[in-house]
């Protein structure tokens, strides 16, 4: 078993346990816990400062059933698979594999997935993902534009805890995920992302910011919270 620091330091443990663990070095922390983050599929361990790694990695080991007990309970990954259907951008489309194909293909209701049938959920991800960098940098662009602020870069990425984040210096990543969800949780998410353009908070101001682009964002940022978790068993 690994266990990795957010240092990116990481230590193997004797007792070999099976699963990794994700530690967490908190000034603020008064004892040790454990957490199951459901998103990243990973333990999660909180140290305090002044706790030795010996101490640490022994009340792992002593929890080391509870923490596969709870990792068993959690839904399991998904795969793309051929003949499924799924939601791209509020639409719904069927995984169609077919040999002859060149690349991916939305077409009739079908995304057409080409090449050998091991390598289909790969190759629906490349797709989602290029899809995700062209309409949500146009979809980005478009609300940057309404509240009169400077988009720089449009950035997708595979992030296990977050939809999205803005920098200080205009640019959004999001994760490309965001798609497979309805529009009204995209237009949110947009919406929610292009306003730390503006607003680098969660002030007041800044949800004033959100309602004027997406008036009913309540109801995305609701799916979100319930149901966006439902997004992360595509791995």
Known sequence: MKITLLTGRTF?????????IKIVKSPRAKRLTLRID?????????????C??????????????WIQNMLARLPKAKHFSNGE?????????????????????LKDGFLIIGGEPEFLHRRV????????AEKLTKLSLAAA???????????????????????NKNNINYNWRIILAPCEVI?????????HLA????????????????????????????????LYRYL
């Open 125 to 132: 991800c490349d797709f989602l993902k290029k899809l995700a």
């Open 52 to 65: 030795s790694g010996k101490k640490a990695f022994a009340f792992v080991d002593s929890h080391r059933d």
């Open 12 to 20: 193997d443990i004797q007792a070999k346990l099976g699963f990794d």
């Open 199 to 230: 607003h680098q908070d969660h002030s007041e101001t800044f949800w004033q910011c959100v309602s004027s682009l997406c008036p009913h964002y309540k109801e995305g940022q609701h799916w979100l919270k319930v149901r966006g978790k439902e």
């Open 85 to 105: 259907q799924i939601s791209i951008f509020g639409e719904k489309y069927i995984i169609l594999h077919n040999e002859k194909q060149r690349g991916a293909l």
């Open 145 to 167: 534009q309404k509240i009169g602020c400077t988009l720089r870069k449009v950035t997708i990425k595979d992030t296990k805890s977050r939809w999205g984040s803005c920098s």
């Open 38 to 50: 459901e998103k990243a599929h990973l333990p999660v361990l909180t140290v305090p400062r002044y």
């Open 187 to 195: 237009e949110y998410l947009v919406c929610h992302e292009v306003s």
